[in-house]
Each structure stands twice: as structure tokens, then as C-alpha cells.
T-cell receptor, first 114, second 111 residues
């Protein structure tokens, strides 16, 4: 089973460039999330979606945008990259029909902005 | 609002010793609680979860956690540490929409 797939795994961006981190899940989960993880820190929620066409901000949304046109895909767009966006990004998904449902993570995308 | 605290950002144990990683939560509703493990350069994997059934939850790799409502705790234990247990461990609490993760505890296992 593929689960949650993120691409690219590694990327170096120059300041001011833009890019999109791709995320796809094949578990038919309605809830999807983007987190960032900085060295020695926990996970901070950037954006989440409770279903196709619905997105909402997490605790650190500035500098990012998302869209959810299908159940499967939840891309994260970085506009005008800044060094502060150097981080590891994790996409995740879960079946939101029950609070006890497990959240599944992708392998992560390592982004460096120079 | 829900929150999670993990006492100790870094815990070191000797191989074969007891592992105890602490997690306390706050929640306005009956909580669903999780422990995740993150090995270097990987995503997070589920170790175990509490969903209001038995208060003692057993997970993979001989880890277990006990839900104590009176102490609002969900501490993770393992009787005997292995070198392969060295990783980052995250406690999380869930409501219908969101997961809230603790800051994580890095476990080092010394030979």
C-alpha cells in the first residue's frame, strides 16, 4: 500500500522562488494535513482540509497556500520562499469519521531556502 | 483547547533498562491519545493509541502506555531498551478535526 506519498523528498530553493510540495493519499481519507518540523522542535500545523474543496489555516499558515480539488491530493504552495521556511514538511491524512482514527504520515520533504 | 506536554526533551537510558517517557494532556472532552515514533530522516509511525477501551494499551515493539484520567497522563514505557529504540517520540491528543502533538522526547540508548 502506498499510503501517503510526498514529492519531492529534497529540494533547495533560492530566496524569492516558489514551489509546490505534492501530497497524495490512496486511503480515501477525508482529512489531510500539512505540518512543518524544525530541528529539535515538534510539529506545527500549517494547513488542514476536512474534505475536497475545504481548507483551513493551522497555527503557522503565513507564506503558504493549499488547495484540495480532489480527495486524494493536497498540494502545499510556497510563494516567495524565505530562509525561515527551511524545514521538513510532512503531509498526513486520516479518516475523520471518528476521533480515534489514526493519522498517517508521509516520509517528509526536506526543503532548504538559501 | 487541547494540549500536550512531554516532560524531558531528551532522555537517555542504558540498553536493557526501563524506558519511561512522560506525557500529560489537557482536553475538554474524553481524549483519544496516541504515541508516535520518528526514526531519523523518516516520517512518524504509530506506536499505540488509546480510544477509551482498556486503560493499559499495548503497542508495537513491546511498548505500552497507561491512561490515567486522574493524573491526565499517558506515559509510555518499555521494560528493556534496545539500541534500535533510539528515536524521537511524540505524544498526541485528538479531537474530531485535529491532532495536537507534544514537542517530542528524543530517546538515546547507551550501550
Amino acid at each position: 500500500n502506498a499510503g501517503v506519498t510526498q514529492t519531492p523528498k529534497f529540494r533547495i530553493l533560492k530566496i524569492g522562488q516558489s514551489m509546490t510540495l505534492q501530497c497524495a493519499q490512496d486511503m480515501n481519507h477525508n482529512y489531510m494535513y500539512w505540518y512543518r518540523q524544525d530541528p529539535g522542535m515538534g510539529l506545527k500545523l500549517i494547513y488542514y482540509s476536512v474534505g475536497a474543496g475545504i481548507t483551513d489555516k493551522g497555527e503557522v499558515p503565513n507564506g503558504y497556500n493549499v488547495s484540495r480539488s480532489t480527495t486524494e491530493d493536497f498540494p502545499l504552495r510556497l510563494e516567495l520562499a524565505a530562509p525561515s521556511q527551511t524545514s521538513v514538511y510532512f503531509c498526513a491524512s486520516r479518516d475523520g469519521t471518528g476521533s480515534g482514527n489514526t493519522i498517517y504520515f508521509g516520509e517528509g520533504s526536506w526543503l532548504t531556502v538559501v | 483547547a487541547q494540549s500536550v506536554t512531554q516532560l524531558g526533551s531528551h532522555v537517555s537510558v542504558s540498553e536493557g533498562a526501563l524506558v519511561l517517557l512522560r506525557c500529560n494532556y489537557s482536553s475538554s472532552v474524553p481524549p483519544y491519545l496516541f504515541w508516535y515514533v520518528q526514526y531519523p530522516n523518516q516520517g512518524l509511525q504509530l506506536l499505540l493509541k488509546y480510544t477509551s477501551a482498556a486503560t493499559l494499551v499495548k503497542g508495537i515493539n513491546d511498548f505500552e502506555a497507561e491512561f490515567k484520567k486522574s493524573e491526565t497522563s499517558f506515559h509510555l514505557t518499555k521494560p528493556s531498551a534496545h539500541m534500535s529504540d533510539a528515536a524521537e517520540y511524540f505524544c498526541a491528543v485528538s479531537d474530531r478535526q485535529n491532532f495536537v502533538f507534544g514537542p517530542g522526547t528524543r530517546l538515546s540508548v547507551l550501550p
